[in-house]
């Protein structure tokens, strides 16, 4: 490591992020030069590309591992990981969004180290699958100020590049009766809105709790989703009302994960 990519480390550090061309504006050099350093740090496991630049690695590691998966989320995740294998066995690419149980989906697919390209706003999801046969890319964007998620108008901008075959994301909030989903972050809705518009599929994984629960901002219509996943089956008139709204409900029994371990 060079004088200027220990700089760049302490920088990095320091500031949470940094961009190429402002790194490269501040030590005099090219982007590409910067842009190959920052790919020697990654190389060296200091750091995890983005977008624009790079983020601490340690830092996504810390947050991976800051809470304990429940047998609901890991029951929710297995069933998903069925799903894509099952009724999507031609899947190219699929988005990954922000939450706990899309978090635990990502260790399932790091697991199996399928060769499909992953896109991401979470940087603890992204850090789940690095190093394996998966094509993890990132968004871009602003960190928010209580996770490892990237958000704001360079991460909405970033997923017009894109098209993926399934995009798997959470919820804070669900409506069978309207069909729609919701989450306590506006800045987060901005970006799922711009998700389930670049995606071929929609899944939902949520906990049962979620349901007949509205937060802050509406970020999916009916019409966005395909798929939800839940750790019980819903109650009958909650499946025929997500049916009407065209739906389908799997659920996965965390009583039964257990029985096989």
């Known amino acids: 490591m060079n004088k200027r990519q220990e700089e760049l480390l302490k920088r990095l550090h320091l500031k949470g ?40 690695r340690s ?7 800051a809470s304990p998966p429940t047998p609901e989320k890991m029951a929710i995740a297995e069933r998903a990981l069925q799903l894509l294998k099952e009724e999507f066995p031609e899947t190219k690419s699929i988005m990954l969004s922000t939450g706990s149980t899309v978090l635990e989906f990502s260790k399932l697919l790091a697991r199996e180290d399928l ?6 706003n979470s940087l603890t999801v992204a ?22 998620d990237l958000i704001g108008p360079a991460a909405e901008q970033s997923l017009a590049n894109y098209h993926v075959d399934i995009l798997f994301t959470g919820c804070d909030g669900a409506d069978a009766m309207q069909g729609f989903f919701y989450t306590a972050d506006l800045n987060l809705a901005n ?3 711009q998700s389930v518009k670049i995606a071929q599929t929609t899944v939902v994984l949520t906990t049962c709790d979620k349901f007949d629960r509205r937060s802050l901002a509406r970020f999916a219509n009916s019409s966005d989703i395909d798929y939800v996943i839940t750790d019980r089956e819903l109650t009958a008139e ?15 029994d965390p009583n039964e994960l257990l029985k096989l371990k």
């Open 238 to 252: 909650k499946k025929k009302m997500l049916a009407t709204n065209g739906i389908k409900p799997l659920f996965s």
């Open 191 to 193: 970006l799922e809105n």
């Open 115 to 120: 060769p499909i390209a992953v896109l991401t």
């Open 59 to 65: 830092d996504v590691h810390e947050q991976a591992a």
């Open 17 to 56: 992020m940094v961009e190429i061309s402002e790194e490269a504006n501040f030590f005099g050099v090219s982007g590409m030069t910067i842009r190959r350093d920052i790919r020697l740090l990654a190389k060296a496991g200091k750091v995890l590309i983005t977008l624009k630049g790079a983020v601490p």
């Open 127 to 148: 850090t789940t699958l690095f190093g394996g046969k998966t094509k993890v890319m990132l968004t871009g964007g602003e960190l928010r100020n209580n996770s490892l």
